[in-house]
């Protein structure tokens, strides 16, 4: 797409979501539709994040907390089942760990630049609670 | 198409596909998009949307981007909702033409607001379109301050909160008015549905929704939205101060019908008290200084006075 300068566009501008004929979009998931450039899902805001939450799916219980409560869209979720994070569009702001009920929970913040496998290796135990 | 989606638990919401488009800009944590995701997925059926000047609009269509799945205008800061009421009103007429394209089609209207296009300026227009009678929905995103320009007090800022033109400090306690009550201003307006929703408490948020799309006439819908940059609070917080304010009776959940019976929609378990939701908050933070303690008295005086004349109304069925 060209991209104009903040005075080169017509005043009353008009972006398309989609290329082509586009119905039903509300039953096709992202994967089954035409995005057009103009579409703010072929952008990125990856770079807005300094944390980003790493799933572990043996914990999964699949309550879908995490997608219900997710502000970017971007927990996956296909058939009730949690696949995992969209990395694109997450901004790392840690509200789909704070709603994880599981313990230990499936879903946890760490740095940008940590590596997934080892820390899902090196995954906490299960808190017991001191008493 | 135009049944009723059915949603009976989260893991069959899960499987909706959504309208909403992540990359843009509202920041980590807000509320907002949490509140137009759930609206949106409460109905398959097309949709024809606006939105008022505000976070959501300059966040979501940022030139060469929108963030939008569907029909979806913005004007001015005043006129979403008498876009909406537009577009709805040329449906009408093509249809008793019988000029409309696929007239199976069944689209709905919905025009979305923050507090300070619906409580203040854009006030007279969606009297507007409620004394007309469109049949469309207007959704408030109230965030209790206009928070895209930097924080200004708006007419739903509530007592006691600091905000860049009403600011706490030695001899202020921040905005002295209380908040309006738009829900009662919009019943009064005769409205077959007004509804006061929270996006934490999801399944009676998307019940609202759905009853407020299938009743003719124009539908008002008041939506809590935590907003983690002007009540200061951490970004993965959002939920838990949603938790707070509907629990604590803040924001007490309950709907209109055609302008007088009232019933209350959630009743919290454990009413927490109002000190709570007041310190997890920074733009109540001056008020645990001893010199405003007194207003933490007054706030739970208040809101328990509310909950009285709520549960009042709901008994008398007037």
Same mark, same amino acid.
């Given at each position: 797409m060209q991209n104009n300068g903040?005075?080169?566009?017509?005043?009353g501008a008009m972006l398309r979501s989609f290329d082509g004929v586009a119905t $039903?979009?509300?039953?096709?998931?992202p994967e089954d539709r035409n995005y057009?450039?103009?579409?703010?899902?072929?952008?990125?805001?990856?770079?807005?994040?300094i944390e980003k939450p790493l799933f572990n799916k $043996?914990?999964?219980? $699949?309550?879908q907390f995490c997608w219900i409560y997710c502000p970017d869209m971007s927990i996956i979720a296909r058939d009730k089942k949690?696949?995992?994070? $969209?990395?694109?569009?997450?901004?790392?702001?840690?509200i789909c760990v704070e709603v994880c009920p599981t313990n230990p929970k499936s879903l946890l913040m760490f740095p940008e630049q940590a590596d997934e496998e080892t820390e899902l290796a090196g995954w906490p135990e299960k808190d017991k609670g001191e008493k | 198409m135009s049944e009723i989606k059915k949603v009976k638990n989260l893991k069959e919401f899960s499987t909706s596909a959504d309208r909403f488009e992540g990359? *843009?800009?509202?920041?980590?944590?807000?509320a907002h998009s949490i509140i137009v995701r759930e609206v949106l997925n409460a109905t398959n059926d097309d949709l024809v949307l606006s939105a008022s000047t505000g976070c959501l609009e300059v966040c979501t269509a940022v030139y060469p981007y929108t963030?939008?799945?569907?029909?979806w205008i913005h004007i001015g800061f005043e006129n979403g909702s008498t876009a909406v009421a537009g577009a709805e009103a040329m449906y009408k007429a093509l249809g008793n033409k019988g000029r409309?394209?696929?007239?199976?089609?069944?689209p709905k209207f919905v025009s979305f607001a923050g507090d300070g296009a619906s409580?203040?300026?854009?006030f007279q227009w969606i009297s507007g379109c409620f004394e007309r009678g469109h049949n469309m929905m207007h959704v408030v995103l109230d *965030? /209790?301050?206009?928070? *895209?320009?930097?924080g200004q007090r708006s007419s739903s800022t509530p007592i006691g909160s600091s905000a860049t033109t009403s600011p706490a400090g030695r001899v202020s306690y921040g905005e002295k008015k209380n908040k309006k009550d738009m829900m009662a201003i919009m019943a009064a307006h005769g409205s077959p549905y007004v509804a006061q929703v929270s996006p934490n408490k999801w399944k009676n948020m998307v019940k609202a929704i759905q009853h407020g799309m299938e009743v003719e006439g124009p539908v008002f819908i008041n939506a809590v939205s935590a907003c983690t940059t002007e009540w200061?609070?951490?970004? /993965?917080d959002t939920m838990a101060i949603q938790d707070l304010a509907t629990d604590t009776l803040v924001f007490p959940l309950y709907e209109i019908i055609d302008g007088t019976e009232l019933n209350i929609t959630y009743r919290p378990k454990n009413v927490i008290p109002v000190e709570e939701y007041l310190a997890a908050q920074g733009r109540f933070k001056?008020?645990?200084k001893d010199q405003y303690k007194y207003l933490i008295k007054e706030w739970q005086e208040r809101v328990d006075a509310k909950w009285d004349y709520l549960q009042k109304r709901e008994e008398a069925r007037v």
């Open positions: 903040w005075d080169e566009f017509e005043i $039903d979009i509300a039953l096709k998931q057009s450039s103009s579409n703010s899902f072929t952008a990125s805001v990856a770079d807005w994040r $043996d914990y999964c219980i $699949d309550c949690m696949v995992g994070v $969209d990395m694109d569009h997450c901004k790392g702001c840690g | 990359a *843009n800009l509202l920041c980590p944590g807000c963030s939008w799945d569907a029909s409309l394209k696929q007239p199976d089609r069944n409580y203040d300026i854009g *965030n /209790e301050v206009y928070a *895209n320009t930097g200061k609070f951490a970004p /993965e001056h008020l645990f």
